[in-house]
């Protein structure tokens, strides 16, 4: 009776393609965008940590405004190293580690929770909706006199303006960041030698731990 071998060894990865496959503009026109896929999942995850990096920069130059600002008003300089040297310690650091996110592949087994806009056009309706609220409730709750008093008038300018600041650091530069973090990885992957190298590294080990899902699409 002939003797039958078995050969065990691990099974065949779901990954024949080229990187520039997954990659491909075309796969992900056709592709749903709910699909699940390796690569998404990188960049959603990179796109997430590099917008809240960038938040903590927007934040630490608010901080340094803020200190002009009040620096300015109360004609003293207490306020700016109180505010502006910790603002300007913020976003250096903040810049460091967003250097780091964005040339890395990120944990994506982490997650990062986002409760703010993921697009561009949500934040700025989101921002549009806080703006109109703010300037109603000043035209609602200020006397007449508020209107014919320039400094009071200048104040609520100065006011405004850092609100705006704020909003665009906090908001809408990370949903923006965020809402192109597929197109980013793909740019990124192109131009980078390093960083592709690092996908291709990812691709030849890389398994789907829940079926036989495909690297892509981006």
């Not at 078995?6 to 990954?15: D, E, F, V, W």
């Not at 080229?18 to 959603?44: C, K, N, V």
């Not at 803020?66 to 700016?80: C, H, I, M, N, S």
């Not at 250097?99 to 703010?116: F, H, K, Q, S, Y």
Request: hydrophobic share 50%.
């Amino acid at each position: 009776m002939p003797r039958v071998s078995y050969q065990t060894g691990p099974a065949p990865l779901p990954n024949a393609h080229p990187l520039d496959y997954w990659l491909s503009t075309e796969l992900s026109t056709i592709s749903p965008i709910s699909a699940r896929s390796r690569l998404r999942e990188i960049a959603d995850a990179r796109g997430s940590y590099m917008g809240a990096w960038a938040a903590g920069i927007g934040m630490g130059a608010v901080l340094v405004l803020l200190g002009v600002l009040l620096a300015v008003r109360f004609d003293t300089l207490v306020p700016l190293p109180s505010l502006s040297l910790p603002g300007a310690a913020l976003s250096v650091l903040c810049c460091v580690f967003y250097g780091r996110v964005r040339d890395r592949l990120p944990n994506t087994d982490r997650v990062l929770i986002n409760r703010g806009p993921g697009s561009l056009r949500g934040a700025l309706s989101f921002v549009a909706f806080i703006l109109i609220t703010f300037l109603a409730l000043i035209a609602l709750t200020a006397k007449p006199a508020t209107w014919q008093d320039p400094a009071t008038l200048l104040m609520l300018g100065a006011v405004l303006a850092f609100l705006i600041c704020l909003l665009v650091g906090a908001i809408i530069v990370p949903a923006t960041i965020m809402g192109r973090s597929r197109e980013s990885l793909r740019n990124k992957a192109a131009n980078d030698p390093r960083f592709r190298s690092l996908l291709e590294q990812d691709l030849a080990i890389w398994r789907d731990p829940h079926g036989n899902a495909g690297y892509g699409p981006l």
